[in-house]
């Protein structure tokens, strides 16, 4: 009896730890570039297979899913997961906008052993983000801000010693080598950036607002800044490019048909996030060896300053995932140290974790200015998604639909920034800056 209770007990020992065969979906990236690394990291997780997890062990198949490419359109399709609470993306990338308005749809990282711990190496500004109601929701994967890219061969040859440090001088000089490139190129323009009504022309007017000191929409201590002189004036800078230093065009352009653009020859300067620097210096690049990196310009007046849009994607777990232990340690092993570093050498995704700037195999790289450059990625403008919270995705809807009427020419930047100013009121409740309660503030009454 004794010896058959003992091989029973080992029989039960061995079920336990039998490897278990489990898939995990991960919704990720919107560009070639993104889907491609995606699949050689989720391969390089499953060449360690295989995992102990808990008491377990796990041979894990990650299979790697295209996103939509407009992080507008990306959201949407969560959305429609989410409330069929349908687990068929166990991950997914959240844009660092999101936390907010899903964290009831994902995962609390932090119920796992070590993902405190972990966060410690990350900038805590973007963990403080990813924390709703003490809950982390997303881990950090790799941070954003937009910045300028220059042609420097350009530059140099029309005689300027570096780029520009105002919207005015920008102007001033994509209006120049427009003129002389123009006569050989009729396909050559001044400056390309996201005109497209969708979250990407949220963040370019976020910086243009910025810039002039014209604050941030929504402020962080929950008043709505929108109807001011400095953000009509920066309207009306950015549509005054449209069909001059832009193609008429840009107000349906999104990243990558700025990219394509620029990366053809065909722009002097480009708007764009860092993930276009790989692409734009790889050896099929028609400018390769004359792309130029600097902070976004200045705009005129108090007050005005350089200003760069927070960006960045984290990791996010479905709160409906049948395997959310698995998909925890996968997205541990995706935004992990080497994980990032190897991001920031092969698709120019800036990391989250402080200690890879440092790296000397990044600082042997093309991406070194990466360090050079920390400061403006430390202190980029945040989107009003926390203060907005859940009703940041309605709220720039209205901010980019505003903005987009103003470039085309369907309306004035005064008269949409006063009617945007009453939108946003009415949607978030939130009072307008320097308003009493019970004023009528509308455009009107001014």
């Known amino acids: 009896m004794k010896k058959y209770l003992a091989g029973l007990a080992l029989a039960s020992a061995g079920m336990a730890f039998a490897q278990q065969d489990v898939t995990v979906t991960w919704l990720t990236g919107n560009t070639a570039t993104a889907l491609q690394f995606g699949k050689d990291a989720a391969q390089r997780y499953m060449d360690t297979n295989p995992h102990t997890i808990g008491d377990q062990d796990y041979n894990v198949t990650v299979e790697v899913t295209q996103g939509p490419e407009s992080a507008t359109d990306r959201y949407a399709l969560l959305l429609q997961l989410f409330e069929a609470q349908s687990g068929d993306a166990d991950l997914m990338d959240i844009d660092v906008i999101w936390p907010g308005d899903l964290a009831q749809h994902l995962i609390d990282f932090y119920q796992y052993e070590g993902v405190e711990e972990d966060m410690q190496a990350h900038f805590p500004a973007i963990v403080e983000n990813n924390t709703v109601d003490g809950k982390l929701v997303g881990i950090p994967m790799y941070t954003d801000a937009g910045l300028l890219y220059y042609r420097t061969d350009l530059l140099e040859e029309y005689g300027y010693d570096g780029p520009p440090a105002t919207w005015t001088e920008l102007q001033e000089m994509a209006t120049t080598i427009m003129e002389g490139e ?49 953000n009509i004036t920066a309207l009306e800078s950015a549509a005054s490019w449209v069909g001059t230093i832009s193609p008429q065009a840009v107000t349906g352009f999104q990243e990558e048909d700025s990219r394509q653009i620029f990366q053809n020859g065909n722009a002097v300067f480009m708007r764009n996030w860092p993930y276009a620097y790989s692409l734009a210096t790889a050896e099929d690049s028609a400018i390769a060896d004359s792309v130029g990196i600097a902070p976004l310009p200045a705009g005129e007046g108090d007050g005005s300053t350089p200003a760069a849009t927070l960006g960045g994607w984290q990791m996010g777990v479905n709160a409906y995932s049948e395997n959310p232990d698995v998909a925890v340690d996968v997205a541990r092993f995706l935004t992990s140290e080497e994980e990032q570093l190897l991001r920031a050498l092969e698709v120019s995704n800036l990391p989250t974790i402080e200690s890879v700037y440092q790296s000397q195999e990044l600082l042997d790289s093309n991406v070194a200015w990466f360090a050079e450059l920390l400061p403006v990625f430390q202190n980029a403008v945040a989107r009003p998604s926390t203060i907005s919270a859940p009703r940041y995705n309605e709220a720039s809807r209205q901010i980019f639909a505003a903005v987009h009427d103003v470039l085309t020419g369907a309306t004035d930047a005064e008269t949409a920034m006063s009617e945007l100013e009453i939108e946003l009121e009415d949607l978030t409740g939130l009072p307008i800056e320097g308003a009493d309660a019970g004023t009528n503030t509308s455009f009107a009454s001014r």
């Open 182 to 230: 123009g006569a050989n190129n009729p396909d050559f323009t001044g400056f390309v950036w996201q005109g497209d009504a969708y979250e990407g022309l949220t963040c370019n007017a976020l910086e243009w607002i910025a810039s002039f000191g014209g604050g941030n929409f929504i402020s962080p201590e929950g008043e709505i800044e929108v109807f001011n002189d400095q």
